[in-house]
Every structure is written in C-alpha cells, then in structure tokens.
C-alpha cells in the first residue's frame, strides 16, 4: 500500500511539471537534432585528432628511420675503407711473398730436373693469383651490420664464437657495400687538363689506343653508322679525337700521328642548346654525352668501361682490377685492351688477323674474364698463355673446352701489351654504399684515391685523413 502511494504522487508531482512546462514534439526534436550534432563534432574533432597524432607518429618514425639509414650507410663506407687500407697494407704483401716463394720453388724443381729457368717462369705463370679483401664485403661487414643469428653463423663458418664479443651485429636496420677498383677502366682524363710538360701527348696517344680497340669490334658499327640527333655522322677515330680534345686545354686538334693539326672546330655553339668546349678534365663519367659523336647508344655500350678518376700515371689499364663480379662483364674491355696491344698503329695491321675476329677472340676473352673474377691476375703472362693454349684454362667438362680445343693460338706481343696495361694494388676505389632502417633505404657513392693529395680536409685530423684515402666524390641518394 506505502508503494502504491508513493507511486501516485510520483505520478501527480509528474503531471504538474508537465502543465507547468508543457514542450511540443517539435521542441523535443530540436533538442535530439543538437544532441547528434554536438556528436558529430565531437566524433570528427577526436578523429582529426588521432589522425594529426598517426601522422606525426609516422613522420618521427620516418626521420627516426632515415637518420638511422643514413648513418649506417655512412659506417659502411668507413668499414669499405678500412678495408681498402687493409688490402693495401697487409694483404697485397703477403701476396707478394707467396708469389715469390712460388716462383722459387717451382724455380729449383725446374733446375733439378734439368729445365731452365726461363721455362719454369712460364710455368709458374700460370699459377699467379692475387686475393681480394675488397671483394668478400658483403660477407664481412655481415659481422656488424646482421643480427646475432647471422653473425653467430658467420662467426662459426670461421671457427670464431661471437657470443662474447661486444659490437658485433645490429638491434635494427642493415648495411652493405660494394666496392670495385676504377684502375680496371680506360681513364679518359689521362694526358687531359694542363700540364707543365710534354708528356700528355704520350699519354693521348695511349688514351686514344685504347678508346680505338675499345670500339673496334663489329658489332658496334651501327653506333658510328647513324647520324645522331643533330644529323652529324662520326667515325671512331673521330669520337675518339673528340673526348681527348675536351679534356685538354689547347685548341689544336689531337693527332695521333703526332702532325701538328688544325684547330679544334667541333660547332658545339651551332647547336640548339649552345654551349663550349670544357677544354678540361671531365668532372664526371657524365659529361662524356656532351661530346660530339657520343650518343646514348655509345654511353650505353662504353660507359662502364671508361672513368674519369686518376689511376696509373701512364694511362695504362691495370688488369688485377678488372673483374666480372657486381653485375659487370668485362668481356669487351679486355677484347679492347688485345686489339689495342695489337694494333699499336692504326695505319698498319696487325701481324695476327685472328685478333680481329669476334668469333675467335670472344670465346677466349670469356675465359680470361671467369679467371679474373675468381682469382685476378697478378701480372699479363696468364693473359698471354690463355691467348696460346686456352683450353688448358678450363676443367675437361666444361661445355666451352671442345671449342676452345679447336681455336688456333692468338698472338699478341708481350711488349706492347706492356705499353698499355699493368698489373698491381689498384689505387682509386668506388663504394657504394647502402643503409637500411625500417622502409627508408639510403644509398652513398664515393670514390676514393688512396694516393691522391688532401687539398681541402674535412676533419682536424689530417693526418689520419690522408691516410684514409682522398674523397673524389660524394654523393647521397
């Protein structure tokens, strides 16, 4: 009964309220509309909200990434050029010494035997090989860039428990490098730029030699048979007067014969896009397409082949730096160096025609590539002893062995392979470098000149600097 009570004056108290506020249905609506509406807002406010706070999440991770990716590959290029010193400075010694110990012993065995030394040093020539560091820095830097299990495993193919060694290995993010000498290439700034005395024409003449058997073979006649996009039609011997000219400072026209010749006039002002001769050393392998004769096809064909960084003093191709390893074939160098050892002259022939002729020298040439990607070559002699008998440069299985089997000796002088190639520590090297943090992947290309003159140091410590190796070029992508 108390609740029934209770109730009916709820009920009364409830009817009064309403008589004294009476709301329509429509005021009620517009109370429920405001109510949405204040939802609404509030919804989008909190959404703009927690997509400002993503966002800003996602950029500081982003940059986080990309300090993080630029710094490691910045440790690369320094592991790169420890490496390089480490080659220079023990490696290629103690190289040095087994080839020593070698030829010595190979020496006595021959004298006891009743041989000549002169036939024990052709024997031992063919067992020159040269060791690498520069080549295995995937694998080594995988020490410091991978996780404990990579470096654990790296470590036992060694023999080497890493678990108590401190540094090794990374939390997050990777690093690698790849690093190939440019002594390997023609270098077309050799006997360019100014120079106080008169052996640059010398060093023309060799740059020229090379360029010509470079492009000698036939089946790049139609880079030189087609007018380019100016209608001009160039001829090898032309493009090859052309790059020398625009490296060196005179005005008078490159002679390979040694004439005295008329002045430079390749009309790079008649062109649409005007502009002059550098008349200096090439700043980059780039601007080779600003020559006249050079189209894309050429710099296609050519441009891995030729460099703008210092080398040999004499021009001369270094044959322990070339290799088929980082995605390169280094068959038509090496086609090139032969021919241009050959035909020292290009008004004369050679005095073996077989080394004109694709077919007979490419098999040849691949062969001696596969050895310089696996051992190198210490001196010319293994060259020239694949040229003579190249099947004994392959096992009996290999499918290339009846064919080369089959081939005739190819003659090419040792005195003029002299001329334009050399063997030895290569000494301008190009890294390149890439860090990895995250989805921001950085990569650095440097080149370094481990015997060039520090001009403009950038650390106090000079001494260490130089030591290091001269930075050419720089460049962050």
């Known amino acids: 009964m108390r609740a029934w009570a209770r109730f009916r004056c709820w009920a009364a108290a409830r009817r009064r309220l ?90 006595n065995g021959s004298s006891g035997s009743g041989g000549t030394s002169g036939g024990s040093g052709a024997a031992t020539a063919g067992l020159g090989f040269s060791l690498r560091v520069t080549d295995y820095a995937g694998p080594l830097m995988g020490f410091f860039s991978g996780s404990k ?155 891995s082949f030729l460099t703008v960084y210092p080398g040999d003093k004499d021009c001369k191709v270094n044959v322990s730096a070339i290799t088929n390893k980082n995605g390169g074939d280094c068959t038509p160098l090496l086609m090139g160096l032969l021919r241009a050892a050959a035909i020292p002259d290009q008004n004369k022939p050679p005095s073996d025609l077989g080394i004109l002729d694709d077919t007979r020298l490419y098999p040849v040439v691949s062969v001696m590539c596969d050895r310089a990607s696996a051992g190198g070559f210490d001196s010319i002699q293994p060259i020239l002893q694949i040229l003579q008998n190249p099947a004994k440069a392959v096992l009996p299985d290999d499918p290339r062995y009846k064919i080369l089997q089959s081939l005739p000796p190819l003659n090419v002088s040792a005195a003029d392979l002299q001329k334009i190639t050399t063997a030895g520590s290569p000494r301008t090297y190009r890294i390149v470098a890439v860090g990895e943090a995250g989805k921001v992947k950085k990569k650095i290309t440097v080149i370094v000149d481990t015997a060039g003159v520090l001009s403009n140091p950038l650390t106090l410590n000079t001494i260490a600097e130089q030591a290091a190796g001269v930075l050419r070029y720089w460049r962050e992508e």
């Open 149 to 303: 299990e990579e470096v654990a495993g790296l470590g036992s193919l060694v023999g080497i428990d890493t678990n108590g060694v401190k540094g090794l290995g990374l939390k997050s993010g990777t690093f690698d490098a790849e690093i190939t000498p440019e002594d390997g290439k023609i270098n077309i700034n050799c006997g360019g730029g100014l120079s106080l005395t008169n052996d640059n024409v010398g060093r023309q003449k060799v740059v020229f030699q090379l360029l010509m058997g470079l492009m000698y073979s036939r089946r790049f006649d139609r880079l030189f048979s087609e007018a380019d996009a100016n209608g001009q039609f160039a001829t090898r011997a032309d493009v090859a007067r052309a790059i020398i000219d625009w490296a060196d400072t005179d005005e008078q026209a490159f002679s390979p014969d040694g004439v005295s010749g008329s002045g430079e006039d390749y009309r790079y002002d008649d062109r649409a896009d005007r502009y002059r001769a550098h008349n200096d050393l090439f700043d980059t392998i780039e601007e080779v397409k600003m020559v006249r004769g050079v189209t894309d096809g050429f710099m296609e064909a050519f441009q």
């Open 18 to 107: 309403r008589a004294a506020n009476p709301l329509s249905r429509g005021q009620r609506g517009v109370a429920m509309l405001i109510v949405l509406t204040w939802l609404a807002l509030m919804i989008s406010v909190i959404s703009e909200f927690t997509y400002g706070t993503s966002v800003d999440a996602a950029q500081a991770a982003n940059a986080r990434d990309e300090l993080r990716a630029h710094y490691l590959a910045r440790s690369s290029v320094n592991l790169s050029r420890l490496l390089i010193k480490i080659q220079q400075q023990f490696v290629d010694p103690v190289m040095g010494q087994v080839q020593k110990m070698l030829q010595q012993t190979m020496s």
